[in-house]
Structure formats: structure tokens, C-alpha cells
């Protein structure tokens, strides 16, 4: 199975994809759409879709999965994030490719086992999970990574929740690293 993940954003969008066989996991491919603040927000979602059409009719993602939207203390910002996400999901919808939604803070606990986890954690943790030494990252690119690898560990156990380090580590021995 192979699962795109997308960190939406207007001046930068990540995407990352990986295969899934059985519990071992392969980065396909990642990268970032850039976006110059000097076009006007409907041309960046124009690229943004256009961009993520194109890679979904490159790689065939069998699955979608993005992140929500973060509501911080700029509301502007949390509708332009909306807008991109609108249409990164468009472009799964197009494509006919099921579509699912991780909060920040879900992300962060599938990779880490704790919601707060800084960027350089998640990306540490990528790093290492998807065994991707020698390879520079933005963070744009372990996050969406990341969303990517939460969604295959909730398609895994949909329904098991945690609050403890003992069943984390129970229910996924593979992400433990020695």
C-alpha cells in the first residue's frame, strides 16, 4: 500500500510518501511545494493542486492522509491553511483516493508517543524509523512523513488508544528504537 501524506501550507507544503508492507515501512518519495508570497492566494492554490495532481498521477497513492488545521491566535492564518487543505484534498477527491485527517497533536503522539513533541523530534524520529540517513530534510517533509506514518499506524489499530509508555511499546514493538 502506498500513502501520501501532506502538511498543507501557503507558502510552503509538504508532501511525503511511503509504502507500507505488512509492519515495514519505505520512503518513496518527499518534497516541498514552494509558494512565493508574491502571488496572489489563489494562484498558490492553483500550483498547490496542480502540484499534488501531478504527484498523485505519478506515484498512485493507494491512501490520502492530511493534517487539520491548527487554530493558534492568527485567525488569517488558520483560514489560509484551511483553503490549502481544501484543495490538497481536492486533489485526492479528483483522483478518487480515500482521504483521512490527523490533528497535530494525534501525529505527534503516533510518532513519539507524546502530543507536545518538538519539529526536531518528529524529525529525529522519521529519520530513524524510516532508516533515511545522508538525506537533509525541511520540516515541512518529516511532517508530512510523519502524517503519512500516522496513517498507516491508525489503519493498523484504528481503534486502540494509549495513555502509557508500557502499552505504546506493546502495541508497536517496530517503532522502538535499540
Known sequence: MVILGVDPGTIFTGFGIISQNKSHFTHVHHGVIRLTSSKSLALKLEIIYDELDKII???KPDEFSIETAFYGKNVQSA???GYARGVSLLAAVHNK???SEYSPREIKKSITGTGAASKEQISYMIIKML???????RYDETDALAVALCHAFRMKTPTKRSNNWKDFIEAFPERVIS
Open 57 to 59: 498521477k505519478t506515484y
Open 79 to 81: 483560514m489560509k491553511i
Open 97 to 99: 483516493i480515500p482521504s
Open 131 to 137: 532508516n533515511l540517513k545522508n538525506i537533509k530534510f
